[in-house]
């Protein structure tokens, strides 16, 4: 593969991974996957979560994906760009881990955005934390953050009609 091919090859993944990462949060986290999730949700004590299995599993895509590339694992079998996928999929893992948990939940460092996207992605994180409980709720996303104010009218209408429960702090 040629080096510009690689390069779009990771980024089209790092991209993609957004959507699997919308999708999976949407339907699986809240969905059959609640009780590995639901322990982020709710306040604790914990340096761990339950859900930070999650992760275990995206590492175990990129190194499935890697080892589908490699030579040395398939031989003559190995896929190249198995190898580039694998690498888009760790560097969003990388991405995740620093705007998800760093960043938005404070696990690594400390800081508070006061302006810009940084506190956009903080707000509607903090937006879907919103909810009580798997059903309803808006931001599914870990790095594109929707307008907060349209995320909010969209909890507004779930708490109207019955979908979603809202924490009070957001109430009207």
Not at 87 to 97: H, N, P, S
């Amino acid at each position: 593969m040629s080096t510009l091919a690689i390069i779009a090859l990771v980024l089209a993944t790092v991209i993609a991974m957004e959507g699997v990462a919308w999708a999976s949060h949407k339907y699986i986290m809240h969905g059959f996957g609640w009780g590995w999730h639901r322990d982020h949700h709710e306040p604790h004590g914990r340096r761990l979560e339950k859900n930070d299995l999650f992760a275990i599993v995206g590492a175990a895509m990129s190194i499935s994906m890697f080892a589908i590339g490699s030579p040395m694992i398939f031989g003559a079998a190995a896929w190249e760009p198995g190898t580039w996928i694998g690498l888009g999929i760790l560097c969003y893992g990388i991405i995740y881990t620093l705007v998800h948990d760093g960043l938005v939940h404070q696990r690594y460092f400390r800081w508070v955005p006061r302006r810009g996207y940084a506190k956009r992605l903080v707000q509607a994180h903090k937006l879907h934390h919103a909810t009580i409980g798997k059903e309803g709720g808006v931001s599914f996303g870990f790095v594109f953050a929707r307008d907060p104010a349209r995320l909010k009218a969209e909890l507004k209408a779930q708490r109207e009609a019955g979908i979603a429960v809202v924490r009070e702090a957001l109430v009207d």
